[in-house]
């Protein structure tokens, strides 16, 4: 085994390790790129609801509802041709692609995206820890209002999944993950030969990489959610001045998801409390990949009061303005 691992010191171990230190670098580039692009569809039929074992439609009425969603945010003829929808599994509107491919995007629909009441809903369809639900439970009864959403919950939702589609986003991943993997190997290698740690025991070097590549890791996932957070935020500034309809939509959307999240907490058991606060926020370890609920929730609120009170002095201005007239 000792003599195994020693090749890798010799000249055409080196050279082995570069060559493959190098194809990582592409992999992890494009690993982050293909699903997105050449892979798309595959990625859509993997996420995909189906429906005795074929994908479920997206029912009339909800495609008209997209394509309005696409008017309203005033894309060009090519992106809306470019703009599809299809049915997710799960209860999360989903976003795959981007339009600045010649593949576009697909933004995925939830199931519950179909609900109209909670009597509409198909309890026997709904698992949690792959067991029935008991919906006698108060937590149970709160999840199942919490699915139910109004037209304009749904126009923001999608809305806010197209803009996430219409940036740099996927690039970015995709180039600093194959840099950064490629920098982890170079950086490693120099501090090995300035500091000759060939040779030196093995150990030196075990932690010598670990310690890079926690390091690259760190920058790696740093970038992602920073570049993520920012879109977000981008993206509801950009539906909030759409209008009001969109601002509460975009309110109400954020409620129900915080009071489903509050149900799932208890409704999971003890996984519940590890995944979700008890403010409905998802909860991450070390990294923050994105803006809270909370926090966008109270944006769209802020605005929604910035839109009211603007109402309210136009009025009044109009009925002085009356009155001296």
Sequence with gaps: M???????????????VSISATVAACGTG????????????????????????????????????FTSVLEDLSLND???????????FGFDVYNIGAL????????????????????SINKND??????????????????????????????????????MTDNSRIMCNSLTSGVLTGSCYGLASKINTSMNLYARPRLVRVILYSLTSLFFWGVWAMQKD????????????HLAQLGEKYIRGAIEYYEKTLA?????????????????????DEIFFFRQKHVS?????????????????????????????????
């Design 126 to 163: 709904i698992f949690i820890n792959n067991e029935p639900v008991n919906w006698n439970r108060e937590d149970a009864r709160q999840l199942l209002q919490s699915l139910v959403l109004s037209e304009d919950a749904k126009k923001y939702a999608i809305g806010r999944e197209v803009l």
């Design 78 to 88: 090519y992106y809306k041709v470019i703009s599809k929808s299809f049915m997710v």
């Design 30 to 65: 494009l690993a982050a790129w293909l699903p997105h692009t050449a892979f798309l569809e595959k990625y859509r039929d993997f996420v995909a609801l189906r429906k005795n074992s074929q994908p479920m439609p997206v029912p009339e009425n909800l495609q008209t509802l």
């Design 260 to 280: 489903r999240n509050k149900a799932m907490r208890t409704l999971i058991g003890a996984q519940g409390a590890k995944a979700f606060n008890t403010d409905g």
């Design 100 to 119: 600045n491919s010649r593949k576009g995007t697909y933004i995925g629909l939830p199931i519950n995206f179909t609900y109209d009441s909670p009597s």
């Design 293 to 325: 609920l909370t926090h966008r929730k109270e944006f769209f609120e802020k605005k929604l009061k910035e839109k009211t009170e603007g109402k309210d002095e136009k009025n009044v201005e109009e009925i002085v303005g009356n009155a001296v007239n």
């Design 2 to 16: 000792a003599n195994r691992l020693a090749w890798f010191l010799t000249p055409a171990g080196k050279t082995f």
């Design 226 to 237: 920073t570049i993520i957070r920012y879109y977000e935020s981008d993206a509801d500034e």
